[in-house]
């Protein structure tokens, strides 16, 4: 399916959850002197403008990153440290997506291999990553991560969250994190996936956590509908082969998103 467009959503809390906790896990990764892959099967254009017209138009942001911003939260965390990095370079309205968020952490020797199968998206990605080193496919994301696992280097982290627009990845992803997990079972696989009013999450997650995988975490964060009848109330993101640490940086995003509900 090629309708869906993330600017609409960008920025958004379910946003802030990925990215910080993916910011903390490759600022981990990278600390160590050793050369790492990262892989993402649905990557969207790389950068976003939060003032444009389709982005005010939901005005998820507003509940996402302009609170945490506003409230001075998850100050000098690898999150908001990357992020103004970013805006330093692209415009105080800008907002990374997952890539060039990641790339903020990559070292030279590292390698980045992105998908995105739509047309737009993918054109507008290749200029946001433009001075990285990434190698981008124009492909379904699920088979590039099938074909270029396990990576050389073998350490790395691949990133899977679509959109969930195709109902039946649900039904899907197990059976593909198996055979990933089988093929490069070093690797740091994170799912992420949102928390629906329809539970459609619940077989998908109760599927990975009857594998057993080793040093699993599942991490979720609930929060208000963004705006009248968004079916939305969480995001969570499950980790195979979590660093050690992780689970504490999790709790503290956690705590963000609890004294945001609050009020």
């Known amino acids: 399916m090629l309708s869906y467009q993330h600017i609409y959503h960008a920025g958004n809390p379910a946003d802030v959850q990925k990215h910080a906790l993916l910011a903390v896990l490759l600022s981990y990764m990278s600390a160590k002197d050793k050369p790492l892959c990262y892989i993402e099967t649905h990557s969207g254009r790389g950068l976003y403008d939060l003032g444009s017209s389709a982005a005010l138009k939901t005005g998820e942001a507003q509940a996402g990153i302009a609170r945490i911003l506003a409230q001075n939260l998850l100050a000098n965390t690898p999150y908001t440290q990357a992020l103004a990095k970013i805006r330093a370079q692209f415009g105080d309205t800008t907002y990374p997506g997952s890539p060039l968020l990641a790339a903020q952490f990559l070292r ?115 929060f208000a509908p963004v705006r009248p009848g968004h079916r939305m109330v969480g995001s969570g993101m499950f980790v195979i082969n979590a660093p050690w640490g992780l689970a504490d940086s999790a709790a503290q995003i956690s705590r963000v998103f609890s004294d945001g509900t609050k009020g």
């Not at 199968?117 to 991560?145: I, Y």
């Not at 740091?188 to 996936?193: D, K, Q, R, T």
């Not at 997650?205 to 979720?220: D, K, M, Q, T, V």
Request: overall charge negative; proline content about 8%.
């Open 108 to 222: 030279p020797d590292d390698r980045i291999e992105l998908a995105e199968l739509h047309p737009q998206e993918h054109a507008a990605l290749s200029q946001a990553m433009q001075g990285t080193k990434a190698r981008l496919h124009q492909r379904d994301g699920f088979e590039m991560a099938q074909a270029v696992c396990p990576p050389t280097p073998r350490r790395g982290v691949l990133l899977i969250d679509p959109s969930y627009e195709i109902k039946s990845d649900y039904a899907r992803i197990p059976g593909e994190i198996a055979k990933l997990h089988r093929k490069w079972n070093v690797g740091v696989i994170a799912l992420w996936y949102p928390l629906l009013l329809g539970g459609a999450h619940h077989a998908m997650l109760e599927a990975l956590e009857a594998a057993n995988y080793p040093n699993s975490l599942r991490h979720e964060v609930a």
